[in-house]
Nanobody, 114 residues
């Protein structure tokens, strides 16, 4: 099982990025999925999630700016990030929870300059 995150980069404040997470060896299906982030010196925190009941959750810090989605046919998870702020700078990780276990992507760096 491998989750490959991509789409990170350097962007100015107010800009946008779209992160992608492609799965191999497994399928996202309708399992619980999510995006987390970890800034230097801080703990990993949830950014957005979709539960197995298809309910979405967003951290207060990103509500109204970020959108999580998945394309089952492409077996890919996305995070659309708009109106980025310097405090969004972090390494972003995708996550999948199945009955077989919990899986993490390798992380993609997002840096937002002021």
């Amino acid at each position: 099982v491998q989750l490959q995150a991509s789409g990170g980069g350097l962007v100015q404040a107010g800009g946008s990025l779209r992160l992608s997470c492609a799965a191999s060896g497994t399928r996202f299906g309708l399992n619980a999925v999510g995006w987390y982030r970890q800034a230097p010196g801080k703990q990993r925190e949830v950014v957005a999630r979709i539960s197995s009941d298809r309910e979405t959750y967003y951290a207060d810090a990103v509500k109204g700016r970020f959108t999580i989605s998945r394309d089952i046919t492409k077996n890919t998870l996305y995070l659309q990030m708009n109106s980025l702020k310097p405090e969004d700078t972090a390494t972003y990780y995708c996550n999948l929870i199945k009955h077989t276990g919990e899986y993490w992507g390798q992380g993609t760096q997002v840096t937002v300059s002021s």
